[in-house]
């Protein structure tokens, strides 16, 4: 059993830049690719990032070059670097655990979530 704990999330102003935080315990972190999701009010949760096992990498097209995902198997930790934030960025971040996934983008192929942080950027 994965537990996942983020961290990271708050009010920022439409330009500047959050760090978000994925701290994982139990499993073996290395053997999961991980993913960043977010959910608006009133809309479907969405993907955002992942980064597979072996570092392979994917982002919605809404944040590439914006939005930089990066692990740490060593400290079983996760990160979403996020920089010059739009107000669509606003949502609920959830952070994800998945068991060799065939699709990165797709929320049933993770089977371990995070309770999400907030994320809100006034324009």
């Known amino acids: 059993q994965v537990q996942l704990v983020e961290s990271g999330g708050g009010l920022v102003q439409a330009g500047g830049s959050l760090r978000l935080s994925c701290a994982t315990s139990g499993g073996t972190f290395g053997n999961y690719a991980m993913g960043w999701f977010r959910q608006a009010p009133g809309k479907e949760r969405e993907f955002v990032a992942a980064?597979?096992?072996?570092?392979?990498?994917s982002y919605v097209q809404s944040v590439t070059g914006r939005f930089t995902i990066s692990r740490d198997n060593a400290k079983t930790k996760l990160w979403l670097q996020m920089d010059s934030l739009k107000a669509e960025d606003t949502a609920v971040y959830y952070c994800?655990?998945?068991?060799?996934?065939?699709?990165?983008?797709?929320?049933?192929?993770?089977?371990?979530w995070g309770q999400g942080t907030q994320v809100t950027v006034s324009s």
């Open positions: 980064i597979r096992r072996n570092g392979g990498i």
């Open positions: 994800a655990a998945g068991y060799a996934p065939v699709v990165l983008s797709n929320v049933n192929s993770y089977a371990y």
